[in-house]
């Protein structure tokens, strides 16, 4: 296991949850090409007027976290705040992890392996305007937006919910 989630593990106020989800071919075809990655980052990110950034990314059933892939040379934090950067173009500081979660997979009753995935809180550090061109060559990143309430496409409804009313705290 990485040392950093390890740490994580054991930090106060730092969540363990553990996921198990069913994915279709083009997805677990996703999962396995991410197995030389260290894990996964999911950022909620607010603004001063306390709306939340959401992406919505084409392998996404609606509206979630910006986030993505952790490289093998890459810090957790930085892979977070790049990861917003790319899908965005929103600069942000990072605050603090608030869950790590293990997902696995299933796909035609066999079950996969999955990764880390540590969600953060952050702020936008700056007006948080979203940029026209989103995501990076290859990505699929097809809206990036402000919202004040949960959008009616969303993905990971429970953990936007969480950040939200504030419970994730």
């Known amino acids: 296991m990485d040392e950093y989630i390890e740490r994580l593990l054991e930090a106060d ?10 994915v279709d071919a083009d997805e ?3 999962v396995e090409s991410r197995n030389r990655l260290r894990g996964g980052v999911a950022v909620a990110v607010t603004n001063g ?11 996404m059933d609606g509206y979630g976290f910006p986030g993505g892939g952790v490289e093998p040379d890459e810090e ?4 977070a705040v790049r990861e917003v950067e790319e899908e965005t173009g929103v600069q942000i500081e990072l605050d603090r992890p608030w869950l790590v979660l293990w997902g ?4 035609e009753g066999e079950r996969y392996d999955g990764e880390y995935t540590v969600f953060y809180r952050a702020t936008a550090a700056d007006d948080g305007t979203v940029a026209d061109e989103l995501g990076i060559e290859g990505e699929t990143i097809e809206d ?3 919202f004040d309430a949960m959008p009616d496409e969303a993905f990971q409804p429970d953990r936007i919910s969480d950040v939200l009313d504030g419970s994730e705290r």
């Open 13 to 22: 106020g730092v969540r363990f949850e553990t996921e198990l989800r069913a």
């Open 49 to 59: 007027d306390g709306e939340l950034l959401q992406v919505h990314n084409g392998w």
């Open 76 to 79: 957790w934090e930085d892979a």
């Open 104 to 107: 696995e997979y299933e796909h």
């Open 28 to 30: 677990l075809a996703i």
């Open 144 to 146: 990036a937006a402000w």
